[in-house]
Nanobody, 121 residues
Framework: QVQLVESGGGLVQPGGSLRLSCAAS????????MGWYRQAPGKERELVAV?????????LDSVRGRFTISRDNAKNTVTVHLQMNSLKPEDTAVYYC?????????????WGQGTLVTVSS
């Protein structure tokens, strides 16, 4: 079984910074991509940032230049970070970690439980 455990959400003032982390563990053979999605109240879930196994990245236009996704590979776990700078009230949402990987049962997609980011003065 594969798990994604997120951390780092919270309340921050406009212009501030937060760093989200997501650790993947379990029977993982390889990870194709890991990324962060977000869902604001009354809106659809959207892709914020994604990083491939080769390290290539892609960002939502509205966060490009402010957010940075990175990935740490350890022996038994992989952790993806999302550094969020110059935060705006419109960044307020529940942020979900996502992984597309190959596990013991084949290709699977796994989601984290979500972490709330609130940008407000």
């Amino acid at each position: 079984q594969v798990q994604l455990v997120e951390s780092g959400g919270g309340l921050v003032q406009p212009g501030g910074s937060l760093r989200l982390s997501c650790a993947a563990s379990g029977r993982i053979f390889s990870i194709n991509t890991m990324g962060w999605y977000r869902q604001a109240p009354g809106k659809e879930r959207e892709l914020v940032a994604v990083i491939s196994s080769a390290g290539s990245t892609n960002y939502l236009d509205s966060v490009r230049g402010r957010f940075t996704i990175s990935r740490d590979n350890a022996k038994n776990t992989v952790t993806v970070h999302l550094q969020m700078n110059s935060l705006k009230p419109e960044d307020t949402a529940v942020y979900y970690c996502n992984a597309k990987l190959i596990g013991a049962t084949g290709h699977i997609e796994v989601w984290g439980q979500g972490t709330l980011v609130t940008v407000s003065s």
